[in-house]
């Protein structure tokens, strides 16, 4: 795995636990691109840290930030 997806797996992480001080700082350290998609299904951030949540009770906080 190269170390660029190592980062992104990290950061994607901090945003699902709800870290998003932490996320962000590495996220913006690291010149990523919120609006960057994803190789395969070419889904944005937004798009892929909003999967697997309650539809019913989503993560205001990080939906907010985004």
């Known amino acids: 795995m190269n170390e660029y997806k190592k980062l992104r ?3 994607f992480r901090l945003f699902k636990e709800g870290l ?5 700082e590495l996220f913006e ?3 990523m691109d919120y609006f960057e998609t994803s190789p395969t299904d070419k889904w944005n951030w ?11 009770e989503p993560p ?3 939906l907010s930030f985004l």
Do not use: D, T
């Not at 998003?20 to 962000?24: Q, R, T, V």
């Open 20 to 24: 998003i001080k932490e996320a962000s």
């Open 29 to 31: 350290s690291n010149n």
């Open 9 to 11: 797996m990290k950061v």
């Open 46 to 56: 937004l798009h892929q840290l909003s999967m697997g949540f309650n539809p019913k």
């Open 60 to 62: 205001k906080k990080l």
